[in-house]
């Protein structure tokens, strides 16, 4: 879980989230933006700067499993399995919560979303929360709602501009918002893909995950446009990719293309060349979206990745990137 810091910038945030102020701080998945997760107007502070819908709930981050019946209930033995396993770690177990989380924090539902990060930054942070603070830090991903995540502090600081403290701990690992299971209704229901995939859930729980259903909690980054750049973004098969961005050139667009084939670099103005593995798509994801937002194109044209378990979470992003473009066609 890493050791303690004596890390000024971590003593700062703490005072931050003490006086009821957000810090901006890095975790494996992405940069979050986090609030005392006991102080509602606090909490009142990450909706109003991102932009993002009140009834759209954030994740409580804690230092480590310890203090997870602080703020959740009837915790089942899967959850414990669960956390056993991937924490600290990219996952999120949805849970029902305690009496005294509020209820902004949770969207007004009787669950809420609880992860312990593994970065020693936000480890760091957590632990001394614990000892000076509430414990629990609501964070969603520090970023305009429906934007890229940030995988930076300079992504963080993009977004927001002076003025918010951000904890630099360097590009994030995984990349990939953190897998979300829902254990509040009894069996495990997958939400949200991500690094934790749903085979080592079944492996750990002994029950296959169910997919989202209609009376699934709401969760973050559940929304069917989401992580999306400001350019229109569309998907395409590799044995498409050359046709679709010669046509979109042959109308006057500039194209930029993310693709993981180098010989398409004579076709568009722009090309970002994303890594071949799983693993390393993941990681670069945003940041390889951000780099071709900024370049004033017309359209951005993504080649779709393989098919695989270990590809689930990226085609999920994408495919929440690509939605709600006039130029989508995703099915």
Request: charged share 20%.
């Amino acid at each position: 879980m890493g050791g303690e810091r004596s890390d000024p910038g971590v003593a700062a945030a703490i005072a931050e989230l003490n006086r009821g102020n957000l810090v901006a701080f890095p975790t494996e998945t992405v940069y979050g933006l986090g609030a005392d997760a006991a102080n509602a107007e606090a909490v009142a502070k990450i909706f109003a700067l991102k932009g993002r819908p009140a009834d759209h709930p954030l994740i409580v981050h804690l230092a480590s499993v310890l203090a997870l019946e602080e703020w959740a209930v009837d915790v089942p033995d899967a959850a414990r399995r669960l956390a056993a396993e991937f924490w600290p770690g990219p996952l999120t177990l949805i849970l029902r919560k305690a009496s005294h989380v509020p209820a902004i924090l949770t969207g007004g539902q009787d669950t809420v979303g609880i992860r312990c990060p593994s970065h020693p930054v936000a480890q760091s942070l957590l632990r001394g929360f614990a000892r000076h603070g509430s414990g629990g830090v609501a964070a969603p991903s520090a970023n305009r709602f429906g934007h890229v995540s940030p995988t930076t502090a300079q992504h963080v600081r993009e977004e927001f501009g002076p003025g918010l403290l951000v904890l630099d701990g360097g590009a994030c690992e995984v990349g990939l918002e953190s897998t979300i299971v829902d254990l509040s209704r009894g069996v495990p229901v997958l939400l949200r893909p991500g690094a934790v995939t749903r085979e080592q859930i079944g492996a750990v729980t002994g029950v296959a995950p169910r997919d989202r259903d209609a009376a699934a909690p709401r969760a973050s980054g559940t929304l069917a446009a989401h992580y999306a750049p400001h350019t229109p973004l569309v998907l395409v098969d590799t044995d498409e990719l050359a046709e679709r961005v010669s046509t979109a050139e042959a109308e006057g667009k500039r194209v930029a293309v993310l693709s993981r084939k180098y010989a398409l670099a004579p076709l568009a103005g722009f090309l970002q060349v994303a890594p071949a593995d799983a693993t390393g798509y993941g990681q670069h994801l945003y940041a390889d979206l951000r780099i071709l937002d900024a370049k004033g194109a017309d359209l951005i044209v993504v080649e779709r990745p393989p098919r695989g378990a270990e590809w689930e979470a990226i085609h999920d992003r994408l495919a929440r990137a690509a939605a709600g473009t006039d130029e989508c066609d995703e099915t």
